[in-house]
């Protein structure tokens, strides 16, 4: 390896990793003030908008930070570091809000469900990075520095990993620190083209007051839903005296559909061979070429969201399957763990059948990010920041409608 090569390979590690700036060191603004926890390329950042201003944020994966960076004037606050190696001492001020997508791995079936596990636990999941980042919590509330708000955000598996074991663990901790709170299932369909339900939980300091307008007495639809109240009634007493239906507006239905985000030109990905196109086709059930064949017929240009799934055939074998939409909705997008994690597009258009991989700005496009944001030239990385991060106008929704009307 070159001299020059191991500078430059040592000078990108010495940035990545680089503490955030302290306070005196940044052109702060004067909004309301925010951490932002597993902050990949920081989307709750850009959903709380310019109106907020980040204290600090914080990603173990220097990918991620050199993306947060890249998007982020320079991301001064940012410290890439694992949490568990995190101290108060790093956090500036108070913060009116902290927000943390912890990961959610364990709280699904490809991560078999391991759940959140307990704060006590030598092995820790990797969605056990909860106990630390909420030790932070804790630790600011014992130096007078209690957040005033803190918002969680994780896949829907978290009311229901470990028999709901998890999500009471998660409210017994809330009520414990003297915070009112409560969870919301917000798809990001009612903002995008995707598929993309996700639970929010918010809790609010017992020293912040909550307008009334902000509580319902039962259960909001959609917002709340079976799944919602059976996790509610798991929650041990305490936890339930502290709990809060949050009462949010339904947004104005969007118009906005998948083939209005789809570009014929991508960057990064080409329109697969005829060959590659059949081949796809003929991993469909009868059932999903139906939808193929009536698409065709209608004569319309139509986009469908297809992605490779393990099923059982006729004789309980184990095969694997195309399987498309043509609702103008996308899949839910995942970060590209396996060839079958990435979504392809089929388009439609009478006879002529083309597939190829999503691109990387289309995926950036259904989370809400604009085109201006910059993402990896590698694929895989491009598509991991956005298939790992939150829907932006979901973040712009409960701040518009429950952040600021609580800390106004």
């Not at 078999?112 to 636990?121: P, S, T, V």
């Not at 909860?130 to 955000?153: C, D, H, K, T």
């Not at 007495?217 to 709990?243: E, I, N």
Request: hydrophobic residues 40%.
């Amino acid at each position: 390896m070159s001299a020059w090569i191991a500078q430059a390979i040592n000078e990108r590690i010495q940035r990545d990793t680089q503490p955030a700036q302290p306070q005196s060191a940044r052109n702060v603004r004067q909004g309301r003030r925010f951490y932002e926890f597993f902050a990949g390329g920081g989307m709750a950042r850009a959903g709380l908008g310019p109106g907020w201003d980040c204290l600090f944020a914080n990603d173990f994966n220097p990918m991620k930070g050199r993306v947060y960076r890249d998007n982020w004037e320079g991301g001064l606050d940012l410290l890439v570091e694992d949490i568990n190696k995190v101290t108060t001492e790093q956090l500036p001020d108070q913060a009116d809000l902290v927000w943390a997508s912890f990961p959610c791995q364990d709280l699904s079936l490809a991560g078999f469900y391991k759940g959140i596990g307990c704060e006590q636990d030598q092995q820790q999941t990797r969605s056990g990075t909860f106990w630390p980042f909420w030790q932070l919590m804790r630790n600011l509330m014992a130096e007078g520095r209690p957040p005033r708000v803190i918002v969680l955000e994780n896949v829907y598996g978290v009311l229901t990993s470990n028999k709901g074991n998890d999500f009471a663990a998660i409210g017994a901790v809330f009520a414990e620190a003297g915070y009112r709170f409560g969870a919301m299932v917000i798809d990001a369909r009612h903002f995008l083209p995707q598929s993309r339900p996700r639970v929010f939980v918010v809790g609010v300091h017992e020293s912040v007051p909550i307008p009334p307008a902000l509580i319902s007495q039962f259960p909001v639809d959609p917002w709340h839903p079976k799944r919602m109240v059976t996790a509610y009634a798991g929650l041990s007493q305490d936890a339930r005296k502290c709990w809060v239906w949050w009462n949010v507006p339904v947004p104005q239905e969007r118009t906005t559909t998948f083939t209005d985000l789809i570009e014929e030109h991508p960057e990064h990905v080409r329109w697969d061979s005829a060959e590659k196109t059949n081949q796809l086709l003929n991993m469909m059930s009868p059932t999903n070429l139906a939808k193929v064949h009536a698409v065709q017929k209608s004569g319309e240009r139509k986009v469908g969201g297809l992605y490779k799934r393990t099923r059982l055939d006729e004789h309980g074998v184990k095969v694997q399957r195309a399987e498309v939409r043509f609702d103008d909705i996308a899949g839910c997008l995942r970060t590209p763990a396996g060839g079958s994690s990435r979504q392809v597009i089929l388009v439609v258009e009478g006879q002529n059948i083309r597939s190829r991989l999503l691109s990387p700005r289309e995926a950036a496009r259904l989370m809400g990010i604009g085109d201006a944001y910059r993402l990896p030239v590698n694929y895989n990385d491009a598509y991991h920041v956005a298939g790992d991060g939150v829907a932006v106008p979901v973040v712009r929704h409960l701040a518009a409608h429950i952040f600021e009307p609580l800390l106004s």
